[in-house]
């Protein structure tokens, strides 16, 4: 069974830093593609950052280049998203996703198995 646990989320002021984990499970790590969706009240799931484990490459959102930076440790198979400089419009659910294959934009009708997610607070 596929599952993957988010973690790390929590309050921060306008400035701040977070470092969320995904640890996934139910599938081989290295062959799959870890994505980090984040969805705010009364908005749309969006996506934020993605990497392969294939071959390292990565995604970012426009609205989080230079500010946060996706990570893939394979000896304890954990993504991570570090988030720094983090901003009022960051407060989100943030949701770890797997996908078999990699898309281009990070598409979400790609992952086939989402976590339940981890609230990230963002306060002035």
């Known amino acids: 069974e596929v599952q993957l646990v988010e973690s790390g989320g929590g309050l921060v002021q306008t400035g701040g830093s977070l470092r969320l984990s995904c640890t996934p499970s139910g599938f081989i790590f290295e062959d799959y593609t870890i994505g980090w969706y984040r969805q705010a009240p009364g908005k749309e799931r969006e996506p934020v950052s993605c990497i392969s484990n294939v071959d390292g490459r990565t995604y970012y959102a426009d609205s989080v280049k230079g500010r946060f930076a996706i990570s893939s440790d394979k000896s304890k198979k954990v993504v991570y998203l570090q988030m720094n400089n983090l901003k009022l419009e960051d407060r989100a659910v943030y949701y770890c996703?797997?996908?078999?294959?990699w898309g281009r934009g990070c598409p979400a009708s790609y992952f086939r198995a989402w976590g339940q997610g981890t609230q990230v607070t963002v306060s002035s």
């Open positions: 996703g797997a996908a078999a294959v």
